[in-house]
C-alpha cells in the first residue's frame, strides 16, 4: 500500500535560515509527489509537484524539492526562511485506485515555527 | 476571483443532529473532494465526486453522506452515525480527476460538538 512519511512533526528554524523538511513515501511504480502548505484555520495551497523528467523542481515563495528514486525521498527545501513561512507543511504522494488514477495519500503534515 | 467557498466557518452540532457543510466552486472543475483533517493525522478523504451525479467513499465514509447533484457544489452531511465529527473540514476540487492533478482548497469549516 502507498504511504508518506513525515519524520518531523514540529521544527523551529531561526528566519534567515536554511530549511530542509524531510518526506519518505513508500509506492510500487513512479510516484506523483506534491508539497502542499497551509496557513493556521485555512485550506492547502499547492508549493510545488514532481511527476518525471529533472529531479530538482521548483516551486512558489522560493521552496525547491529533489526527488531520489534511491532513498524514495521528496526532501523539501529553502535556503533562507522568512517569518511568513511559519506554517504547516504537508507532502502527498498518488495513489492508484482499482488501476486507475485517483487519489492523493496525504503525510500527517510538519509544522514549521520561525524564530526572529 | 475563481475558487472554492465553504460555510459555515464555525459549526455546532447537537448530540444526535445531521449538520450540513456547503462547498461551492466556480473553477468549472469535474472532480470535488472532501477531507477530514484532524491534529497531528494529516488529511484523510471522505468522499470524492469524479463527475456531476456521481460519488465515491474515500478511507473514511462512515457517517458520512454527500451529493453531487450540480457541477459546482458539493455539500458533505455528517449525520448522528458519526460519533466523533469534531474536526476541520476541508473541500477541494480539481479539473479532472487523475492523480497529477493539482489540488484547489477551501478555507475549511470546523465542526464541534455541543
Known amino acids: 500500500a502507498q504511504s508518506v512519511t513525515q519524520p518531523d512533526i514540529h521544527i523551529t528554524v531561526s528566519e534567515g535560515a536554511s530549511l530542509e523538511l524531510r518526506c519518505n513515501y513508500s509506492?510500487?511504480?513512479?510516484?506523483?509527489l506534491f508539497w502542499y502548505v497551509q496557513s493556521p484555520g485555512q485550506g492547502l495551497q499547492l508549493l510545488l509537484k514532481y511527476f518525471s523528467g529533472d529531479t530538482l523542481v521548483q516551486g512558489i515563495k522560493g521552496f525547491e524539492a529533489e526527488f531520489k528514486r534511491s532513498q524514495s525521498s521528496f526532501n523539501l527545501r529553502k535556503p533562507s526562511v522568512h517569518w511568513s513561512d511559519a506554517a504547516e507543511y504537508f507532502c502527498a504522494v498518488g495513489a492508484l485506485l482499482g488501476g486507475s488514477q485517483g487519489n492523493l495519500i496525504f503525510g500527517k503534515g510538519t509544522k514549521l515555527s520561525v524564530k526572529p | 476571483d475563481g475558487g472554492i467557498t465553504q460555510s459555515p466557518k464555525y459549526l455546532f452540532r447537537k448530540e444526535g443532529q445531521n449538520v450540513t457543510l456547503s462547498c461551492e466552486q466556480n473553477l468549472n472543475h469535474d472532480a470535488m473532494y472532501w477531507y477530514r483533517q484532524d491534529p497531528g493525522q494529516g488529511l484523510r478523504l471522505i468522499y470524492y465526486s469524479q463527475i456531476v451525479n456521481d460519488f465515491q467513499k474515500g478511507d473514511i465514509a462512515e457517517g458520512y453522506s454527500v451529493s453531487r447533484e450540480k457541477k459546482e457544489s458539493f455539500p458533505l452531511t455528517v449525520t448522528s452515525a458519526q460519533k466523533n465529527p469534531t474536526a476541520f473540514y476541508l473541500c477541494a476540487s480539481s479539473l479532472r480527476w487523475a492523480t497529477n492533478e493539482k489540488l484547489f482548497f477551501g478555507s475549511g469549516t470546523q465542526l464541534s460538538v455541543l
Open positions: 509506492y510500487g511504480a513512479t510516484p506523483y
